[in-house]
């Protein structure tokens, strides 16, 4: 019996440590306090857009704030001007542009910094012919924006995005696109909800 009861002592003291090392290590702070998990870190924003008219930027500008996130300005180095209001005059820059080849890239100024240290990017512009203007190509291949996640939205009087955002994602596969929308319009509050669609956390209630 006394060896029995020895055994058994010797048991329950084994299962003791084997329980007792199981458990997590406890992390402490200098201070000796429990260190609590790190708390999720939210997507860095940045409101990246082409505006001819200025009706593109006043929506970027209004995202910008609701997200916190940074506003980019795409800007070509040499500015389209007004004759590019003729909207079907076939000697505008504008219009050869867009109907000429799918390879035409306006040269644009490159003033982004740490394009990298952004996670999402809010992308606009205004119907060209159907199409994005080129200069939003010229933004797309002067920074790597692959792996990251890019949310298109449009300005324009009627026509909707559905043919420019495929034309983007064609030439872009390695960007996640996700489902973009014509914003122009838009109050506050269905700004705010087209941004927790997209997945980015408005910050201004």
Known sequence: MKHFKHTLFLLVSLLAVLASCSKDPVVKTP?????????????????????????????ASSLADLSGGTLYLIEPETPYG????????????AYKEQYGPASTRPAIKKSLDN?????????GFPIWYGKAPRVVFSFLDAYSFK????VPFITSGST????????????????????????????ADQ????LEAAGVKAQIK
Request: with cysteine; glycine share 6%; net charge negative.
């Open 31 to 59: 201070s000796g306090e429990d260190n609590p998990p790190a708390e999720p870190q939210e997507a860095k924003v940045l409101v990246a857009c082409f505006s001819f008219t200025g009706n593109t930027k006043a929506v």
């Open 82 to 93: 007004n004759e590019n209001n003729t909207y079907y005059d076939e000697s505008t820059r």
């Open 115 to 123: 394009p990298d240290t952004y996670d999402v990017i809010l992308l």
């Open 147 to 150: 792996g990251k996640t890019i």
């Open 160 to 187: 909707g995005i559905p043919s420019a955002a495929s034309e983007l994602k064609a030439a872009y596969p390695d960007i996640t696109w996700k489902n973009g929308d014509r914003l122009n319009g838009k109050t």
């Open 191 to 194: 700004l705010k909800s087209w």
